[in-house]
């Protein structure tokens, strides 16, 4: 079962989805689509309850995400729900508060990161802007450290940069190693991510396959 806004209803990234659906009995997702907010969330989680699904993945926001598990709470839907990166955020938490608690999701970092290189980031950007980072900060900034290392293999030239991209094996980011394989897809290692009594912890790990 897919529940995302209409916008969204296309383009899920496979081995995301497979992750996560292997919570689920079956593979083969119906799609529900909403409109944003509030009324659509009410009406996509009463469609959705006719269909009895066995799991339910929400391809939203962070805020709409926790509308369809408060709506899920109130329609006496008990399921497992599962979301996407992007709605792993506090505002997840502060807007869905005990409903969300048991989402689960996939991302490609790693909710207890203790590393040295983890540490030390979080520390200057909470220097700066007095606030922990979210994994957005973490793949933005792990971005600009790729693509510096790569145009140091291209004397800062653009020409050649995209095989130096593809050059990069076992770089060392905040989130750990990353590489790229041969058509441009980053391969590190993806966790599992499961929202307990209001915080955001990893639960498991799936290195990427070499």
């Not at 497992?80 to 409903?99: C, P, R, V, Y």
């Not at 540490?119 to 980072?133: A, D, V």
Request: hydrophobic share 45%.
């Amino acid at each position: 079962m897919l529940v995302a806004p209409t916008k969204f209803i296309t383009g899920i990234i496979a081995g995301l989805l497979l992750l996560l659906l292997s919570s689920c009995k079956t593979q083969d997702p119906i799609r529900v689509g909403f409109v944003a907010g509030l009324t659509g969330a009410n009406a996509a989680l009463k469609e959705v309850k006719t269909l009895n699904p066995d799991c339910i993945f929400v391809i939203a926001s962070a805020f709409d995400t926790a509308l369809i598990a408060q709506q899920a709470r109130l329609e006496d839907i008990h399921t497992q729900l599962l979301a996407t990166n992007w709605a792993l955020t506090e505002d997840l938490i502060e807007n869905g508060g005990t409903t969300v608690d048991g989402i689960k999701t996939v991302v490609a970092h790693d909710e207890n990161n203790t590393t040295a290189e983890y540490i030390e980031f979080e520390k200057k950007f909470k220097e700066r802007y007095t606030r922990k980072p979210t994994f957005a900060a973490g793949y933005g900034y792990e971005a600009m450290l790729v693509l510096a290392d790569a145009l140091q293999k291209t004397n800062g030239e653009k020409n050649g940069l995209a095989e130096a991209l593809l050059q990069t094996k076992d770089f060392t980011g905040v989130n750990g190693k990353i590489s790229f394989d041969k058509n441009g897809d980053i391969l590190r290692t993806l966790y599992l991510i499961e929202v307990r009594e209001g915080k955001f912890v990893t639960t498991a790990g799936f290195p990427a396959a070499p």
